[in-house]
């Protein structure tokens, strides 16, 4: 089993920055990478950045430029700037090992206007 816990979400004005930070323990041989998702109220999880083993990194269009994923032994890290209203919501890291993925519970972030 993994487990994921993950840290960082709050309040944030438009065009501000946070940074989530997730860590891994349990039996965490085998993670193949680490991953940040968000899901908005009343939409569906969706998949905003990667960070694979061996460091090759991939973003979704509306994160790319603006968030930065890494992974630094057990922890994840996804600094997040120039944040948007629309970036609003609960954020999940997941990490993906050769058994299936693992979620992590969440951290929100709102960001006002």
């Known amino acids: 089993q993994v487990r994921l816990v993950e840290s960082g979400g709050g309040l944030v004005q438009a065009g501000g920055s946070l940074t989530l930070s997730c860590a891994a323990s349990?039996?965490?041989?085998?993670?193949?990478?680490m991953s940040w998702h968000r899901q908005a109220e009343g939409k569906q999880r969706e998949l905003v950045a990667t960070v694979f083993s061996g460091g090759r990194t991939t973003y979704s269009d509306s994160a790319k430029g603006r968030f930065t994923i890494s992974r630094v032994s057990l922890k994840s890290y996804l600094q997040m700037n120039d944040l948007r209203v629309e970036d609003t919501g609960t954020y999940y890291c997941?990490?993906?090992?050769?058994?299936?993925?693992?979620w992590g519970q969440g951290t929100q972030v709102i960001v006002s206007s």
């Open positions: 349990g039996t965490v041989v085998g993670i193949r990478s």
């Open positions: 997941a990490a993906d090992r050769y058994d299936g993925n693992y």
